[in-house]
């Protein structure tokens, strides 16, 4: 089945606590992006890839890290989080061309004590 | 740059009556365009998008929606409501050439019996 994965799907942890949500994809797509969820401001983009070893930034970046080694795999990294980044996570995946439809994930909800 | 506006956070209709969700995009040329539905507690799944095709756009469940250059809107409509349907809508835009989605802030669509 074509599918995107995330995990956890629940966290929960403290502030400062290095932390990484999981993304995986297997429709050999080449583009992957991470979007966070707050009530009232709909989703916003924090990074996205477009190939192995290609990543940018998004509209919220701040606090955020990604690296992207596998084609298939494009992990968040939440260095010292803080409970600004209380939010529900989202990774997509998409062929590189203009006006693919994105695949989302399930979500991941974090809560940052 | 691209953005979406979407009129109404909640909207609420009774079983059977229409359904019209509101979206207005902003860009210098004509865009992607996209409608996602995201059910409680689940990611998000395409309802339908526009690519310079035809104007009108059918998707899934019944659900259809009409790119009007002129007005810079893309509205989502369905004839008949179904319990269903009840879920947040939120409509995205993309710009030529790039795989990145600027998502409205969203409408929650409550399906009155």
């Known amino acids: 089945e074509a599918q995107v994965t995330q995990n956890p799907r629940y966290l929960i942890t403290v502030t400062g606590k290095k932390l990484t949500v999981t993304c995986s994809q297997n429709?050999?797509?080449?583009?992957m992006s991470w979007y966070r969820q707050d009530p009232g401001l709909g989703l916003r983009q924090i990074y996205y890839s477009m190939n192995v070893e290609v990543t940018d930034k998004g509209d919220v970046p701040e606090g955020y890290k990604v690296s992207r080694k596998e084609k298939r795999n494009f992990p968040l990294i939440l260095e010292s989080p803080s409970p600004n980044q209380t939010s529900l996570y989202f990774c997509?995946?998409?062929?590189?061309?203009?006006?693919?439809?994105?695949?989302f994930g399930p979500g991941t909800r974090l809560l940052v004590l | 740059a691209q953005s979406v506006t979407q009129l109404g956070s909640h909207v609420s209709v009774s079983e059977g009556a229409l359904v019209l969700l509101r979206c207005n995009y902003s860009s210098s040329v004509p865009p992607y365009l996209f409608w996602y539905v995201q059910y409680p507690n689940q990611g998000l799944q395409l309802l339908l998008k526009?690519?310079?095709?035809?104007?009108l756009v059918k998707g899934i469940n019944g659900f259809e929606a009409e790119f009007k250059k002129s007005e810079t809107s893309f509205h989502l409509t369905k004839p008949s409501a179904h319990m269903s349907d009840a879920a947040e809508y939120f409509c995205?835009?993309?710009?030529?050439?790039?795989?990145?989605?600027?998502f409205g802030t969203g409408t929650r669509l409550t399906v009155i019996p």
């Open positions: 997509a995946s998409s062929y590189y061309t203009s006006g693919e439809t994105q695949y």
């Open positions: 995205a835009v993309s710009a030529t050439g790039a795989n990145n989605l600027f």
């Open positions: 526009y690519t310079s095709a035809a104007t």
């Open positions: 429709m050999n797509h080449e583009y």
